[in-house]
């Protein structure tokens, strides 16, 4: 009911349910309007920020695809577990010291201890999973191998859902979780021990690793994550591209749709919002309550 729908009374009408008044309950007069606000808080988005923002997205997704392709060739025995094992090892200490690097630039002096720590956590990660790698290694025999497919594409997808895509380090225990229980059900599809612990030393290094490092990268050298991010999103296309053309195919169309169609989308719908505000939201206490407390 508008305001010329009331009745005419001496009295004004008054927004207050406490006491009787000779309107209708639905009555409200021409200021009801008046406190209408629009689009009240939104976020307006530059184009090349959101594709700043999805390249993370993008790089994820062709750190997945880098995993598949090394287990695509150490299944077809084309790459050996000591050549993937040394190339590891080498690419774990270059990260390392370039994580360092630019941890330096905000704390030049690191805490004492800092380099031994990490480098007793690194073998007792190592020794764990060399120990148990035979075990690893026939943990599925007795599931067939279509099953232990479907198993890690479906850990391997929850993995790119629940990545913590806005605080990437340490990353989020769900999708490391996920993403190891993939790397496991996939290493033990390998022809012996040796692949399985290599393939879980490349799993650790992908999924737990890599992200810390990018995150610092972002944050101690902005221009350049960008660069890495495509990186990144080249060796995934390529490397997946040697073994499988098709696949190849198919993650350079994601990669475009997540970091430059999605993009250019959000920032179009921006102009189609409306949402609105006004005396019909929830009401908020505004008024200093500490003086009933006493």
Known sequence: MGPDDGPCAVVPWRKVLWERQSYPDNYVDHRFLEELRRNEGIRQYRYWAVVREAVLVGQQLSCVAIFVTLWLYMEEGLLSPDTLLVISLATSLLGYGLYQALAARAEP????????????????????????????????????????????????????????????????????????????????????????????????????????????????????????????CAAGVGGLASRWPGGAVLLALALVSLMLLCPWLLVQLQRHKDNIHGPWDEAEIQEDLSRFLH
């Open 109 to 232: 002096v690191p805490p004492a201890g800092t380099h031994l720590a990490d480098l007793q956590s690194a073998i007792i990660f190592l020794s764990f999973i060399f120990g148990f790698s035979p075990v690893l290694k026939t943990l599925t025999e007795s599931v067939s191998t279509d099953t232990v497919y479907a198993m890690s594409a479906l850990m391997l997808l929850a993995h790119l859902v629940s990545f913590p895509y806005g605080h990437p380090s340490p990353p989020g225990s769900l999708s490391l979780n996920v993403a190891l229980f993939a790397s496991v059900c996939l290493a033990s599809r390998l022809p012996g021990a040796m692949h399985t612990f290599t393939m879980l030393s490349c799993a650790l290094m992908i999924f737990a690793l890599w992200p810390c490092l990018l995150r610092r990268v972002k944050d101690r050298a902005p221009c350049y994550f960008v660069v890495v991010c495509v990186g990144v």
